[in-house]
């Protein structure tokens, strides 16, 4: 095939060849032409959520689990006290993470076919003091499902605790008003819905936090005070930036704004959504969680009940007609995920329908 196939992933995503195509030039790091581009990604960026008066952002080289991990160094002190709301896989990276790097750690576990509860977390709050941070993913990627932002930042607020959110799947897509969401720090990154490539995540970061973050950090490169202080001195990257993500990154949210900003991707992620949802039911596929719950940016679906399924030789089958799947990531059921995000629409969407169904014969058929 001399088409790429679509990646219907958590990341990387498909991207559109203009994106692609603003990758060709190479750029000095220090050269003033880049720090005007990545000035002016960060003023883009900080538009998304309308936090230039309370909020900075801070790009940092990377996957976004480094950016993750930066946050946690650089916003939680060394004898603070993190609570991590644990819903799923990427929940449970967020407290392995501040457990590694030495930070108190508190897991509060939930079912993985719910949200997590902002009613347990006022409880918690109540009954432990020494907890000094909350950590939250907005969308947990492991299964699809959307956690409450609104209301867990609510009752952080009223606690007088620093929030700190993983939005990494949910930046852009969904709608983040920093003036109605209080927030120490919210991390994302290029490849996510924004529709960039990988190689750097981004954390905003409340201005009156940032202050009182100087030497939190056991690490130097994750060190998000100190990456935005020397930025904000020279504008440019402490260490080598990715130059080609950046330039592709900053032509991604041109086209965002073009597309209608947040509101038209989530219109057309809803779409997208929907189109597979609607498309495997009638192939008899089930989706794991509640309609309520899922957010339109990944589905996780039962394996189908067919003598002869295996993920491999399904996704094998579905990487030949040009769509590459996701394995689940639950341990208790057999599960498989189909991401609704990138730069694809309907059409991909119904083409990745049949792809499946002609998979599924072909794995019948194959016995
Ligand atoms: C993608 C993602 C991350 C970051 O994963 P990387 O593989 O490091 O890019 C973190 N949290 C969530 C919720 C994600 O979806």
Redesign the pocket.
């Known amino acids: 095939m001399d088409r790429d196939a679509i990646l219907l992933t958590?990341?990387p995503l498909t991207t559109t060849l203009r994106t692609k195509l603003a990758m060709l030039r190479d750029w000095g790091s220090w050269d003033a032409d880049f720090v005007a581009m990545t000035a002016e990604l960060r003023r883009r960026l900080i538009a998304i959520i309308d936090g230039a008066d309370s909020h900075v952002v801070v790009p940092l080289q990377?996957?976004?689990?480094?950016?993750?991990e930066a946050a946690v160094a650089t916003l939680v002190p060394r004898d603070g006290h993190l609570l991590v709301l644990d819903n799923g896989a990427?929940c449970k990276?967020?407290g392995k993470v501040a457990t590694l790097m030495g930070r108190r750690t508190t897991i509060m576990a939930h079912p993985e076919d719910e949200a997590v509860s902002a009613e347990a977390l006022d409880a918690k709050l109540r009954a432990d003091p020494s907890i000094t941070h909350v950590g939250f993913?907005?969308?947990?990627?492991?299964t699809g499902v959307l956690n409450p932002l609104q209301a867990v930042s609510d009752v952080c607020r009223r606690h007088g605790k620093g929030l700190i959110i993983?939005?990494?799947?949910?930046f852009a897509a969904l709608p983040i008003d920093a003036r109605a969401v209080t927030f120490d720090a919210l991390?994302a990154?290029s490849?996510?819905c924004l529709e960039g490539v990988?190689g750097m995540?981004f954390v905003f970061i409340r201005k009156a936090a940032l202050a009182a973050c100087e030497n939190n950090s056991h690490s130097l490169a994750m060190d998000l005070f100190d990456q935005h202080a020397y930025m904000e001195k020279t504008g440019q990257w402490r260490f080598t930036p990715p130059t080609h993500v950046v330039a592709a990154l900053g032509e991604a949210l041109k086209q965002f704004d073009e597309e209608g900003g947040q509101p038209a991707r989530l219109a057309r992620y809803a779409d997208n959504c929907a189109t597979l949802i609607e498309g495997m039911k009638g192939l008899g596929f089930k989706p794991f969680l509640a309609p309520a719950l899922q957010a339109p940016?990944?589905v996780t679906f039962h394996a189908p009940a067919v003598a002869g399924y295996d993920f491999k030789a399904f996704y094998a089958e579905a990487k030949r007609r040009g769509f590459i799947l996701y394995p689940g990531k639950l341990t208790e059921v057999e599960t498989f995920r189909v991401g609704c995000i990138g730069a694809i629409g309907r059409n991909e969407m119904q083409q990745a329908v049949n792809a499946v169904a002609d998979a599924m014969r072909a794995l019948v058929w194959a016995r």
């Open positions: 958590p990341g990377g996957s976004g689990t480094f950016s993750v990427y990276r967020l993913i907005h969308c947990e990627t492991g993983d939005a990494m799947s949910s991390v990154a490849g996510k990988p995540g940016i990944i």
